[in-house]
């Protein structure tokens, strides 16, 4: 069964120090991975994805991801988080084999501190 | 680019009527839209997959008969939410894929739907 895990529902960070939100797929083939960063009552936003290539994703606003297919993970980073960072990020999963699905994980919200 | 829009933004009704959700896809074709359904606090639940000119897709347990969809052109996607009641108010998200990219989606700033 195709899954997306996000083991933490809340993340904290001060402002200034890095952060990570962790996420863990399982999906036939090979996967095309992505984050989304959502703000209150509103959409999501396209963060970055990987699909081939390079492991290291870098996208919008900072952030990047490492894509790791042993550990079939997909962590978002920051070197320096910002207090506009706090928002809800969900990591997605699209099957190789089933380009009409999208799995998304069960999102995390994060909280940068002043 | 791949801008996705959403109207209405909220929106409130009477238990027993009906209430349509318009998605558009601004600057590019929308081969593919879907529609989603998020609860407070919680992850997107996909609730149909529809293809222009295509009957839409439903997931399981999302009534087709409740929640009609109509993807009658590349750049507009409808939700209509027949007879509506107390549950089904939530957070109504719709999103694109098509000629701008074959991977990401593209999202629409959602629809928050209150019913009486």
């Known amino acids: 069964a195709q899954s997306v895990a996000q083991p933490e529902d809340q993340v904290n960070v001060a402002e200034g120090n890095p952060l990570t939100v962790k996420c863990t797929y399982s999906v036939s083939g090979n996967p095309y991975l992505f984050w989304y960063v959502q703000y209150p009552n509103r959409g999501l936003q396209f963060l970055l994805k990987?699909?081939?290539?390079?492991?290291l994703v870098k996208g919008s606003y900072g952030f990047e991801a490492e894509f790791n297919k042993s550990q079939t993970s997909f962590h978002l980073k920051k070197p320096s988080a910002l207090v506009s960072d706090s928002a809800l990020y969900f990591c997605a999963v699209r099957p190789q084999y089933n380009f009409n699905k999208f799995y998304f994980g069960s999102g995390t919200k994060l909280n940068v501190k002043p | 680019g791949a801008v996705v829009s959403q109207h209405p933004s909220w929106v409130i009704c009477k238990s027993g009527t009906s209430v349509k959700i318009e998605c558009r896809s601004l600057d590019f074709q929308a081969t593919t839209m879907f529609w989603y359904r998020q609860f407070p606090k919680q992850s997107l639940m996909l609730m149909a997959t529809?293809?222009?000119?295509?009957?839409?897709?439903?997931e399981q347990g999302v009534e087709k008969d409740k929640f009609l969809i109509n993807h009658a052109s590349l750049t507009l996607s409808t939700l209509t939410v027949t007879s509506a009641h107390p549950e089904d108010s939530s957070f109504y998200i719709c999103s694109a894929t098509g000629t701008v990219s074959s991977y990401e989606q593209y999202f629409g700033p959602g629809t928050r739907l209150t019913v009486t």
């Open positions: 529809s293809n222009e000119g295509s009957k839409a897709t439903y």
């Open positions: 990987y699909i081939t290539g390079d492991n």
